[in-house]
């Protein structure tokens, strides 16, 4: 089963945005050399003063001396990472149903966790079959939710699709698929336990943008009539917020929902060994993504997604920008770790890489690191964010290190549970 939800560079729009993914893209191929690719230095030119306030910030929140040149091996995240606590902010961690019974979360390190998925059907109806519908029903995940409360975790249940057939069918039909998500869910809110509800619907077609709009309109007016305490977080992509004909309408949006996660990764330049969610200095990142998300809705309502995982690229040499010769492969934080390749330090897109040979061939492996995740702890706080979130918890194992990234020396928001909202 794959190890990531769609997102980001996968359903970039259409237009003048994604004409300039690709001249940069194209531009970037076959470099040689180390340093900073073609691809990293045309999209610097993108970041605005805000944004490059906002990284020259977040670097200096760190206590360590990041590297300035490439292949510096990567710096670790010391034991006082940051030179004061980052401000207290939310921490959000996806628990999904094949990690149920076999992995437990750090619960006092969360504000909120989320049960991922139940599959959404056609209508607004929920599929029964598969293993989340039956997990849901399970004991394990009962002792989760109890557990997770014992720690005043706020518990979602995340409703997933990525279907078109189904994603059309309930932008056509907004008002009555609204309506029927909201009463097939609520009973199972009640009887699990739950918070509220994370909907992780991911569209391509922007002929479904307003239909879509109407439909979490209709949800969410229908759920808070069944249960006003729940809670409703939304999943968006990257680049969301400075797509004008994309699937998600985010100022909209925000109308009808409390939160709104940002899977800020699979944010790798097509074709080249890449960072999978570059801080800064690269065709999408983490700083574009905020400041134009914080333009368009307010900032304290929304959750920066990070990865646990990166991309084993398959490469034409071991230099950043190498181009890659196959199809990457999604890797944990854990695998990578305990695969035991060192680390070299990215001073361009501020993450850690991996480059070896397998089989008489380059490898270059990008992913976030604890030094990474507080850098992009601290950027959320810089921009204002509710706090930040990891796709999934399993994949980092309760790692220490990068719960302290995630925390940044404070202890996390801990919000009202729905039955203290009654």
Known sequence: MALTRRSAVARLASGAFAAL??????????????????????????LVPREQSAVAKAEASLALDLPTKPGQPAPSLPTDGFVRPLPAHQVVGFLPYWEVGTFTPDYAALTTLVYWSLTLGAGGSIAHGGQG????????????????????????????SESARVIDSVSNHPLSSGRQLADKIAPL????????????????????????????A????????????WSIMLDTYATSA??????????????????????AYDMQTPGIASATAPLANADLNDAMTLAEYASVV???????????????????????????????VAVTYSEIVAAGHKAVWD?????????FRRKGKWHQTWFDDPVSIALKSALATRFGCAGVGVWELGM???????????????QPVKLSLATERL
């Open 298 to 328: 307010p900032a304290s309502r929304i959750v920066l997604g990070i990865p646990l995982y990166g991309y084993d690229f398959p490469a034409s040499s071991r230099y950043d920008g190498a181009a890659a010769t196959g199809n990457p």
């Open 242 to 263: 400075f797509e004008p004909a994309g699937f998600f309408d985010v100022k909209a949006l925000m109308d009808h929902v409390d939160e709104l996660f940002v899977m």
């Open 218 to 229: 209709s949800f969410s007016k229908t759920l808070r009539s069944l249960g006003p305490s």
């Open 133 to 160: 519908f039956s997990t849901l029903r399970g004991a394990s995940l009962a002792v989760d939710v109890s557990e997770a409360h014992a720690a005043r975790d706020r518990v979602l249940l995340t409703v997933f």
């Open 21 to 46: 993914l690709v001249a940069l893209a194209c531009a970037g191929c076959g470099a040689s050399g180390s340093g900073t690719t073609s691809s990293q230095s045309n999209a610097a030119q993108l």
């Open 396 to 410: 980092a194992g309760n790692n220490a290190s990068v719960e302290a990234a995630l925390l940044g020396g404070s």
């Open 189 to 216: 809110l009640s009887s699990g336990g739950f918070d509220g509800v994370d909907l992780d619907i991911e569209g391509e077609s922007s002929a479904d943008r307003n239909g879509f709009v109407s439909f979490v």
């Open 347 to 355: 001073p361009t897109t501020e993450t850690p890489l991996t480059v």
